[in-house]
């Protein structure tokens, strides 16, 4: 996920979407209520910062609200499975953050008026994230993505409306919107997070590395330096034509593990773990150990519980054996 500049220059204002659910109320109010009964509440899925939003209460868990909290709100489906990754990850932040932001969860096929609205917006897939402030409603991220990109992303944003004089400053000391984890007062995590905030990603890298040299067993420096290797390596791909030569030449090992970067930073877990198993059972000697390394650098982009990394490694077992 690529640094990028946040601004509500340009966002959309919500008040109109706010006055028309108004008006619907005030006319289903005016004809004795609404023909399905009343509308339901908001559920509480992950205590007090996450909440599930209806069509019907869109306008006063979101819009209002948004008036005195930042709001950012997750379009997602069952169907979805990048949204099953990206979920629980916005739901761990939310809760680390503590009141600082709230979290919006939208079932589009359960509430096809948001849905709708969605498309409305010009997106076209999900999971989709926007951030509501103040009633202005601004498009975040788009697809899904390993838990320190979300990070990152969640504090470029609030740290940009903070610099923009809409949110006020964090006091000293204060840890970052996005709640950021303990490790992250040691000076080399310091230096790598500075690092990626300013886009210097081979800086970004050294500084993860130093962490490991001293304790391999820092998890969340693995997944960090595997982040950061993700993103080298794509930075000069052309995801498209990367995609194509991978369909075009099965047997071409690089091509197909050129293919699984890009699924990977397009959220498409499954696809690049099933590509490189694939690759595996296809391949020998040094071209199969090429892909067995990779496929294992990707298992570091996800916490080590994750199902689809225990689903891929029992794949590899079987295409090895």
């Known amino acids: 996920m690529p640094s990028r500049d946040f601004s509500l220059h340009g966002a959309i204002d919500l008040g109109a979407r706010q006055a028309a659910a108004r008006k619907q109320q005030e006319r289903r109010a005016q004809s004795g209520g609404a023909a399905g009964g009343a509308a339901p509440a908001a559920g509480a899925p992950g205590g007090p910062y996450v909440v599930d939003v209806t069509d019907q209460t869109f306008n006063t868990e979101v819009v209002e609200r948004s008036q005195s909290v930042p709001i950012l709100v997750d379009f997602w489906a069952e169907w979805c499975g990048p949204c099953k990754q990206l979920g629980p990850i916005l739901e761990k932040l939310a809760t680390e953050a503590a009141g600082k932001w709230i979290l919006a969860k939208v079932d589009i096929d359960a509430n096809p ?55 006020p400053d964090a006091p000293a000391g204060e840890q970052p919107a996005a709640g950021a984890a303990a490790p992250a007062a040691d000076p080399v995590y310091s230096e790598a997070e500075e690092a990626l905030q300013r886009g210097d990603l081979d800086a970004a890298k050294g500084a993860f590395e130093r962490v490991l040299a001293a304790d391999p067993r820092d998890d969340q420096a693995k997944q960090g330096l595997a982040l950061v290797e993700l993103s080298l390596r794509v930075r000069s791909l052309d995801a498209e034509r990367a995609l194509q030569e991978a369909a075009e030449k099965p047997g071409d090992v690089q091509a197909q593990i050129s293919a699984s970067d890009v699924e990977m930073v397009s959220g498409r877990i499954d696809d690049a773990f099933d590509r490189l198993v694939g690759a595996v059972r296809r391949s020998a000697g040094d071209d199969r150990d090429a892909v067995r390394k990779h496929l294992l650098s990707l298992f570091e982009l996800l916490p080590p519980d994750d199902p689809r990394v225990g689903k891929a490694r029992r794949g590899l077992q079987s295409a090895l054996f």
Do not use: H, K, T, W
């Not at 076209?124 to 697809?143: H, K, T």
């Not at 390993?146 to 809409?166: C, H, K, N, W």
């Open 113 to 167: 008026q948001l849905g709708a609205y969605m498309q409305q917006m010009g997106v076209r897939g999900i999971p989709f994230v926007a951030a509501v402030v103040a009633g202005q409603l601004l498009p975040f991220l788009n697809g899904a993505a390993p838990e320190p990109q979300v990070r990152q992303a969640i504090d470029q944003l609030f740290e940009a409306l903070r610099s923009e004089g809409i949110l």
